[in-house]
């Protein structure tokens, strides 16, 4: 039986998305929000611009949610029983700062084909309008890709600034979501976030995404950790889970990976971003 209801199942076929999902309590929230800070305390710049990307490799407590048997069970409603985890980004918003996500879609840059693939954005801390959550424009998941301007924008947490015009905004969605929620949402649904106008952090913890196993990467180089059931097609190199915080060895994987990524989200691009 799905573990998603029939209704969320609706939502997220009408819609392109669906929350909230409960996963874990507000005080593990917590417990993870420390991590990220302990690893920020740490070593500044391991989870700064593109160091964001695939902090599950190095931190035990962001790996236990990415392989999460809620969150695998309600990716599974979506995407089938055999799963592959192929990449995370942490989206974090301060107070005071400008950062922001351009309405863009996910499969735009992504490379990751066909679309049975699905992104889970798990709330570390509450997600409301006042600290900038996503908003979603329901039912856009149904047209084709869309084109996107590549503004290169400061503050713009997207690496090539990458923007559908003429969005309406009115029409989106608010994403709200109290730490320990999630929201899913499919590859070609149009999103993006506004400024984080509150006192405190906004934390995103997102796998990006999770592939069934017939998705190939068709603009470079992925590895994958298979999340459940079994890999029948071996598109992506395998790699390991962490046992202990910032090892040495996890943080050169994970520096490696995210090399890789820059490659796939610059692919054709004369200009780097800030991420
Ligand atoms: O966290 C945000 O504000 C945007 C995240 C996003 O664009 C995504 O998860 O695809």
Known sequence: MSYLSSNQL??????????????????????????????ENKIPEELEKSGRYNAHLISPLLDEVTHNSKV??????????????????????NPNEKGFVSYHQDAKYIGLEPHNWVT????????????????????SHKDNLKDHDQKFN????????QTINNVPKEETTPLILEAGQMSLHHPTVVHGSELNQSNDRRIGFVIQSYISTNVKQVLGKNSVQLARGVDNFN????????DSLMSKNDRELKKKENDNLQEIFYKGSTKKGSY
């Open 72 to 93: 695998l069970d309600a990716v599974e409603s979506i995407i089938g029983e055999n799963i592959l985890v192929c990449g995370t980004t942490l989206f974090i918003k």
């Open 154 to 161: 400061e503050g713009n947490l997207l690496t090539r600034g």
């Open 120 to 139: 889970a954005w798990v709330a570390i801390t509450d997600s409301n309008e006042k600290n900038g959550c996503m908003r979603m424009w329901p039912g």
């Open 10 to 39: 609706k939502q997220y076929d009408d819609e392109g998305f669906v929350c909230p999902i409960n996963i874990f309590s507000k005080e593990k929230a917590k417990e993870i929000r420390n991590e990220i800070e302990l690893i």
């Open 235 to 242: 598109f992506h190199e395998k790699i390991g889970r962490p």
